[in-house]
């Protein structure tokens, strides 16, 4: 029933999803005040997983099992789970999803546990549903877990797919480096100063109703919306990430009934 | 495998330690304040039991992939170049020089409000405080009291460890934004800042008045007024009463009582009214103790960051004189400071690593000092500038001055002159250059320590120093030089009459670390091989690095200890030994008169007999 698109794990592909489309999870049902954890070690509280920054952690205090909660509209269909910034991976941490379709009903699994080999950003992607609460049953090795982003909401599947020419995210690094060299002609050796990740997200002839539908909700929320995103979730996984727009979007209107969009983007693989 | 550098930014806000409405905290709230407070001085509600800590906020600059997490920062400064640094310049045997300046440009963005040093009761605000306002907005108005707060600079690489990378020391001085582009910046100086002339007086001024109607030069007693003033003032020391007399003192509550005509100065009548200001004075104290208790005590600058025990080793080792000076008026810490550095022959600094203020008397670099050769100087980098101006063949020191009232930049001031001057240098440089030097801070007796002053400036300055600019990679396992630090430097335009290459001896006087290279200002530390009697002074001092000599004018007077006069002017008799052995020379020049006074005799040597 689900896919797990991570660099590391594809639990399952079921016939029901197209998995060629490009997917993109920006819609986020979390608030503050429906997240809550188990355990939470100071100033780091479970509500830092309801901003977008990844510099904001909730760091749990416990190794036990437990459990991360995020109350959400019932009444809003939801299809994806993001994670980023985690130590699921080095942590050897066992992942499980579960659901509460009502409230004060019973907790029900949603996605079986799972392990991931490393700390890249998580998309979990099954399928559409409504539900009061989404969970998170953490059960941890001998590492407290600690998560910085989460998304829980209603993907955007792309209707066509990236063109040729794209550079994955994941390639996409901007590195400066500064090298020495002494006035008796030695190499003094080189120091990186920054890496970055950024890319384009080209896609060509949407169709202009599907644009407006689907896609101008996103492109309102303009330079620095953050999102989940696969680019070849069949094929390339691991090319999944967290990513945020660096430029405001602008579609193109090419022709009736036709529109070109390429987002400028950043990111972490990570 | 390239190094990746990072750099962060500590920042020590203050905080209250206290929770709003919990005694002690008398804050309420609907009472107080409609809001909690934020647990700051600004927020506060009852301040009179605001209870404050600090807490350290780290930013770091956004590298992007490598930044490592597990060094907690905030990464919302840009990029390297959004940290600026104008490194300060020493100025070597002539004042404090220019300050450091740290600036570091942030950017604005939304933040939880959830850690130390942010909104303790985020949670109980009703708002998600990460979408409303934004991180430095809240800031600004929780914390605008920064001035004087430490910051730190660390630079380091990924794989290091926080507390293995090098952190730099400054004091906020200044923060300006948010801006409408989303900036917000601090300012930052080296701690000397605190000695700057709108800051720092030495000595503090006082409010006291003469009550007393008329003070006949023969009375012994005086008040003060208004009623109470007297606790501004000591229990013992010195005043000058309306800027025309010093007058020793003893004070019980707001009545002195006061022996008349004090250090040079007359007795005289005054009124009612007339100020009294306490006296600052320094007598026969070594150089290095007078300027630690200017800077700490009158510039307020935390002792902590003063090796007072450093300061002594070095000043005994070559430096070894006592200096007395009265100051009157309240007076510009860094005015002293100066006054001191150029005379005695000093550079002080700030050393931002080791979180230390530097005192170091000039003298030769060591022949075993670092090597900075063409191998590791940047391509291209190296420039050379003369200084021609900073040429000295003559020098007249004068000294003694006749009373802390007397103008400071007059010669008639002062008993006391020596010219100094060194003919062979006139002659090679076709004219004399003359500089003159009025010291409040060599008394009488003090001829060896005036001729000092000049044989530091003339061999220093006989030929002048040149300037070096020039830049280093920050190489793995390389040379890393330091602020302050002599090295010696090579390079093939630097070469002797027949063309071999020499090391030229450097003091760095400017360092700018970035986040690449040091980029480096250093001045040719030089000092000529006078032949010390060229200089035209009959006592001749010793060059700057060579064991001080004891060699001591008489002046005119009654009743003269040797022994006496010289504990006026060294401090190391008490302590010498068998092997300390230094010949000691009084002069009595011609024209000057040693007299018996109340059947003592004129003259006694005293004891001079070392401790065992």
């Given at each position: 029933?689900?896919?797990?698109?991570?660099?590391?794990?594809?639990?399952?592909?079921a016939?029901d999803?197209?998995?060629?489309?490009?997917?993109?999870?920006?819609?986020?049902?979390?608030?503050?005040?429906?997240?809550?954890?188990?355990?939470?070690?100071?100033?780091?509280?479970?509500?830092?997983?309801?901003?977008?920054?990844?510099?904001?952690?909730w760091?749990?205090?416990?190794?036990d099992v437990?459990?991360?909660?995020?109350?959400?509209?019932?009444?809003?269909?939801?299809?994806y789970?993001?994670?980023?910034?985690?130590?699921?991976?080095?942590?050897?941490?066992?992942?499980?999803?579960?659901?509460?379709?009502?409230?004060s009903?019973?907790?029900?699994?949603?996605?079986?546990g799972?392990?991931?080999?490393?700390d890249?950003?998580?998309?979990?992607?099954?399928?559409?549903?409504t539900?009061?609460?989404?969970?998170?049953k953490?059960?941890?090795?001998?590492?407290?877990?600690?998560?910085?982003?989460?998304?829980v909401?209603?993907?955007?599947?792309?209707?066509v797919?990236?063109?040729?020419?794209?550079?994955?995210?994941?390639?996409?690094?901007?590195?400066?480096?500064?090298?020495g060299n002494?006035?008796?002609g030695?190499?003094?050796g080189?120091?990186?100063?920054s890496?970055?990740?950024?890319?384009?997200?080209?896609?060509?002839y949407?169709?202009?109703?599907?644009?407006?539908?689907?896609?101008?909700?996103?492109?309102?929320q303009?330079?620095?919306?953050?999102?989940?995103?696969?680019?070849?979730?069949?094929?390339?996984?691991?090319?999944?990430?967290?990513?945020?727009?660096?430029?405001?979007p602008?579609?193109?209107?090419?022709?009736?009934g036709?529109?070109?969009?390429?987002?400028?983007?950043?990111?972490?693989?990570? | 495998?390239?190094?990746?550098?990072?750099?962060?930014?500590?920042?020590?806000?203050?905080?209250c330690?206290?929770?709003y409405?919990?005694a002690?905290?008398?804050?309420?709230?609907?009472?107080?304040?409609?809001v909690?407070?934020?647990?700051?001085?600004?927020t506060c509600?009852?301040?009179?039991?605001?209870?404050?800590?600090?807490?350290?906020?780290?930013?770091?600059?956004?590298?992007g992939?490598?930044?490592?997490?597990?060094?907690?920062?905030?990464?919302n400064?840009?990029?390297?170049?959004?940290?600026?640094?104008?490194?300060?310049?020493?100025s070597?045997?002539?004042?404090l020089?220019t300050?450091?300046?740290?600036?570091?440009?942030?950017?604005?963005?939304r933040?939880?409000?959830?850690?130390?040093?942010?909104?303790?009761?985020?949670t109980?605000r009703?708002?998600?405080?990460?979408?409303?306002?934004?991180?430095?907005?809240?800031?600004?108005?929780?914390q605008?009291?920064?001035?004087?707060?430490?910051?730190?600079?660390?630079?380091?690489?990924?794989?290091?460890?926080?507390a293995?990378?090098?952190?730099?020391?400054?004091?906020?001085?200044?923060?300006d934004?948010?801006?409408?582009?989303?900036?917000y910046?601090?300012t930052?100086?080296?701690?000397?800042k605190?000695?700057?002339?709108?800051?720092?007086?030495?000595?503090?001024?006082?409010?006291?008045?003469?009550?007393?109607?008329?003070?006949?030069?023969s009375?012994v007693s005086?008040?003060?007024?208004?009623?109470g003033?007297?606790?501004?003032y000591?229990?013992?020391?010195?005043v000058?009463?309306?800027?025309?007399?010093?007058?020793?003192?003893?004070r019980?509550?707001?009545?002195?009582?006061?022996?008349?005509?004090?250090?040079?100065?007359?007795?005289a009548?005054?009124?009612q009214?007339?100020?009294?200001?306490?006296?600052?004075?320094?007598?026969?104290?070594?150089?290095s103790?007078?300027?630690?208790d200017?800077?700490?005590?009158y510039?307020?600058?935390?002792p902590?960051?003063?090796?007072?025990?450093?300061?002594h080793?070095?000043?005994?080792?070559?430096?070894?004189?006592?200096?007395?000076?009265?100051?009157?008026?309240?007076?510009?810490?860094?005015?002293?400071v100066?006054?001191?550095i150029?005379?005695?022959?000093?550079?002080?600094?700030?050393?931002?690593?080791?979180?230390?203020?530097r005192?170091q008397?000039?003298?030769k670099?060591l022949t075993t000092?670092?090597?900075?050769?063409?191998s590791?100087?940047?391509?291209?980098?190296?420039?050379?500038?003369?200084?021609?101006?900073?040429?000295?063949?003559e020098?007249?020191?004068?000294?003694?001055?006749?009373?802390?009232?007397?103008p400071?930049?007059?010669f008639?001031?002062?008993r006391?002159?020596?010219?100094?001057?060194?003919?062979?240098?006139?002659?090679?440089?076709?004219t004399?250059?003359?500089?003159?030097?009025?010291?409040?801070?060599?008394?009488?007796?003090?001829?060896?320590?005036?001729?000092?002053?000049?044989?530091?400036?003339?061999?220093?300055f006989?030929?002048?120093?040149?300037?070096?600019?020039?830049?280093?990679?920050?190489?793995?396992?390389?040379?890393?030089?330091?602020?302050?630090g002599?090295y010696?430097?090579s390079?093939?335009?630097?070469q002797?009459?027949t063309g071999?290459?020499v090391?030229?001896?450097?003091?760095?006087t400017r360092?700018?670390?970035?986040?690449?290279?040091?980029?480096?200002?250093?001045?040719e530390?030089?000092?000529a091989?006078?032949?010390l009697?060229?200089?035209?002074?009959p006592?001749?001092?010793?060059?700057?690095?060579?064991?001080?000599e004891?060699?001591?004018?008489?002046?005119?007077g009654?009743n003269?200890?040797?022994?006496?006069?010289?504990?006026?002017?060294?401090s190391?008799?008490?302590t010498?030994?068998?092997d300390?052995?230094?010949?000691?020379?009084?002069?009595?020049?011609s024209?000057?008169?040693?007299?018996?006074?109340?059947?003592?005799?004129?003259?006694?040597?005293?004891s001079?007999?070392?401790?065992?």
């Amino acid at each position: 029933m689900a896919l797990i698109l991570s660099p590391s794990l594809v639990l399952s592909a079921a016939a029901d999803y197209d998995l060629t489309a490009p997917v993109l999870g920006w819609e986020n049902d979390i608030t503050v005040a429906g997240t809550s954890a188990d355990s939470s070690v100071d100033f780091y509280p479970a509500t830092n997983l309801a901003n977008p920054a990844t510099n904001l952690l909730w760091k749990s205090a416990s190794t036990d099992v437990q459990y991360v909660t995020f109350a959400i509209n019932e009444e809003e269909p939801i299809d994806y789970l993001g994670i980023a910034r985690h130590n699921l991976g080095s942590g050897g941490i066992i992942v499980e999803v579960e659901v509460q379709l009502f409230d004060s009903g019973e907790w029900s699994s949603l996605i079986d546990g799972f392990v991931v080999a490393n700390d890249a950003p998580i998309l979990v992607r099954f399928l559409e549903t409504t539900a009061n609460a989404v969970r998170l049953k953490l059960t941890p090795l001998a590492t407290p877990p600690e998560i910085a982003v989460a998304h829980v909401g209603h993907m955007m599947v792309m209707p066509v797919g990236i063109p040729f020419g794209h550079t994955p995210l994941i390639d996409g690094r901007s590195t400066r480096i500064t090298t020495g060299n002494s006035e008796a002609g030695d190499y003094l050796g080189s120091i990186m100063l920054s890496q970055k990740l950024n890319t384009q997200l080209a896609f060509q002839y949407l169709r202009d109703d599907w644009y407006r539908a689907n896609m101008r909700p996103f492109v309102k929320q303009g330079r620095g919306a953050t999102f989940f995103y696969s680019g070849f979730p069949d094929s390339h996984p691991e090319e999944a990430g967290y990513a945020w727009l660096t430029s405001d979007p602008r579609p193109t209107f090419i022709e009736a009934g036709w529109v070109n969009i390429t987002f400028e983007i950043g990111g972490i693989v990570e | 495998m390239i190094r990746q550098r990072v750099q962060y930014v500590e920042v020590d806000v203050p905080v209250c330690t206290l929770v709003y409405g919990v005694a002690p905290c008398m804050a309420e709230l609907g009472v107080t304040g409609a809001v909690k407070c934020t647990n700051t001085r600004r927020t506060c509600q009852a301040i009179e039991s605001y209870t404050e800590t600090t807490t350290t906020l780290r930013f770091a600059v956004d590298v992007g992939d490598f930044l490592p997490r597990s060094i907690p920062a905030i990464p919302n400064i840009e990029s390297h170049d959004n940290i600026s640094f104008t490194a300060g310049e020493i100025s070597l045997g002539q004042t404090l020089g220019t300050r450091s300046s740290l600036k570091v440009t942030f950017r604005d963005h939304r933040h939880s409000d959830v850690g130390p040093g942010y909104d303790p009761y985020s949670t109980e605000r009703g708002y998600d405080p990460y979408r409303q306002g934004s991180h430095w907005g809240k800031f600004r108005a929780r914390q605008p009291y920064l001035q004087g707060r430490p910051i730190r600079w660390i630079q380091g690489f990924a794989d290091q460890a926080l507390a293995d990378m090098d952190t730099r020391h400054f004091f906020i001085e200044s923060f300006d934004g948010p801006s409408l582009d989303g900036r917000y910046s601090l300012t930052a100086k080296d701690i000397l800042k605190f000695l700057d002339d709108d800051r720092a007086l030495a000595p503090r001024p006082n409010n006291g008045e003469l009550a007393t109607v008329m003070l006949a030069p023969s009375d012994v007693s005086a008040t003060l007024q208004p009623a109470g003033i007297g606790a501004e003032y000591a229990a013992v020391g010195y005043v000058t009463i309306g800027g025309a007399e010093s007058v020793a003192f003893t004070r019980s509550g707001d009545t002195l009582t006061i022996v008349r005509a004090r250090l040079g100065t007359d007795a005289a009548e005054h009124e009612q009214g007339d100020r009294i200001q306490t006296l600052l004075r320094y007598d026969q104290e070594k150089v290095s103790d007078v300027l630690y208790d200017l800077m700490t005590v009158y510039g307020a600058i935390d002792p902590a960051y003063i090796n007072l025990d450093d300061w002594h080793d070095e000043d005994d080792a070559y430096i070894g004189r006592l200096y007395t000076g009265n100051i009157a008026e309240p007076t510009a810490v860094r005015k002293l400071v100066n006054e001191l550095i150029h005379e005695v022959g000093l550079a002080i600094w700030w050393d931002d690593l080791a979180q230390k203020i530097r005192f170091q008397a000039l003298r030769k670099i060591l022949t075993t000092a670092g090597r900075l050769t063409p191998s590791n100087v940047d391509e291209g980098s190296l420039t050379i500038r003369e200084q021609p101006t900073k040429r000295l063949s003559e020098m007249m020191v004068n000294y003694a001055l006749r009373s802390p009232l007397h103008p400071l930049n007059e010669f008639t001031s002062y008993r006391e002159s020596r010219f100094l001057r060194s003919g062979q240098a006139a002659e090679d440089y076709g004219t004399p250059a003359f500089k003159e030097v009025f010291s409040r801070w060599i008394a009488r007796f003090q001829t060896n320590t005036a001729s000092r002053v000049g044989a530091i400036q003339i061999g220093r300055f006989r030929n002048p120093p040149r300037k070096f600019s020039f830049s280093m990679f920050r190489q793995e396992g390389g040379l890393v030089v330091e602020q302050g630090g002599g090295y010696l430097l090579s390079g093939w335009p630097m070469q002797d009459e027949t063309g071999v290459k020499v090391d030229v001896p450097i003091q760095i006087t400017r360092l700018n670390p970035l986040p690449d290279r040091f980029q480096i200002e250093a001045e040719e530390m030089t000092f000529a091989d006078l032949d010390l009697g060229d200089i035209g002074d009959p006592d001749p001092p010793p060059p700057p690095d060579s064991p001080v000599e004891r060699i001591i004018t008489l002046g005119d007077g009654p009743n003269v200890d040797l022994r006496a006069v010289y504990d006026s002017i060294y401090s190391d008799f008490g302590t010498a030994s068998e092997d300390d052995k230094l010949p000691i020379t009084f002069i009595l020049p011609s024209g000057r008169t040693i007299r018996s006074v109340t059947g003592g005799p004129a003259l006694t040597v005293s004891s001079f007999q070392p401790v065992s």
